[in-house]
């Protein structure tokens, strides 16, 4: 490799990174706890419930669906419009979304949650909180959809520094064993051997994160993609009416025994009732996860018509979707339990340093030439 060419890489590498080390600090320093967020939600009294998983059995799910409904009444002090019933594959906890009208924000929902098996109340899912916070600020700088949009540009931002600095280090490797810290010389010869020996070595991590965070970060985008072009498709007939009135909705359970039925055993992840984000203005969109770890973030959406109960369309995800899906855990560790997580968290500690070191390295090298 030439010097001319180096140079051009050199300064890919120096801006692609001083452009978004600011954000990537935040990101790395937010992102560190909500690496273990189901632990620490267990510390704040998150109820232990014993019996068959919600996804699989239990009470029907029009009894607790109306529980939900008079839970709002009584809380909101008006009537209720059920959005979102999630289900867990794992306990007997299912969770009841309730809003005042179908297409309500986000601010208006209030989440119930319930022991299926039994029909308790485990209580009223309480948002905001330290973590959800974190978790905001994570997600979009508490920007909305500007600072997600933002946040996936310095991602790609990321991934050029990453692939640049990797190009610089093959003719550095040339000239030093791999490994080496150079103690006998000065404070910014040792900062840059540590720099590249932390970045090679999380190398595969921050490839990872960075192409996962950047995903995330269009997921609104993509989703809107997906609802005005597979899922217009999938109630192409239906196309032009109007929403369905809440007082017609009809049996949850019968939408759910047709759409169970074609799908071969498959367990249901949640169901977007009509007229929100994930569904159409007069359909049940229930969707399905797979029985395995990486297959129970790859969901398969059923569209049932609310009112007869009869299946309309069942139809995969498009590739875009499906990459949305499943770069969520694994950009915070979700797939292999507490000893994953604990390797995240350790890799993002190195590359926090490794963003702390270049940032050094910039700093120093300019003020040596003032």
Known sequence: MGTGTIRGWAWIHKWSSLVCTLALLILCLTGLPLIFHDEIDSLEGEVALAGPPSARAGLPLDAVVARARDDYARVAHRAGV????????DTPMITVTVGPRADAGEAEMRLFSYDRGTGRAVGEVERGGVMAFLLQLHTDLLLGLPGMLFLGVMGVLFLIAIVSGVVL???FMHRLAFGTL???RSA????LDEHNLLGVLALGWTLAIGATGAINAFADPLTAAWR???LAQMVAARHGEVALDPARYGSLDKAMAAAQAAHGGLLPQFVGFPGGAWSSPRHYAIFFQGDTPLTSHVLTPALVDAES?????VRAMPLTMQALMLSKPLHFGDYGGLPL?????????ATIRVLWSGLA???????CAA
């Open 82 to 89: 059920p959005l979102f019933v999630g289900f867990s594959p």
């Open 169 to 171: 280090y093959v003719p």
């Open 182 to 184: 150079r103690f006998d």
């Open 188 to 191: 910014r010869v040792r900062r």
């Open 228 to 230: 005005q072009g597979e």
């Open 309 to 313: 109960g009869v299946l309309t369309d």
């Open 341 to 349: 997580k604990l390797v995240w968290a350790l890799l993002d500690l």
């Open 361 to 367: 390295l910039w700093l120093g090298k300019r003020r």
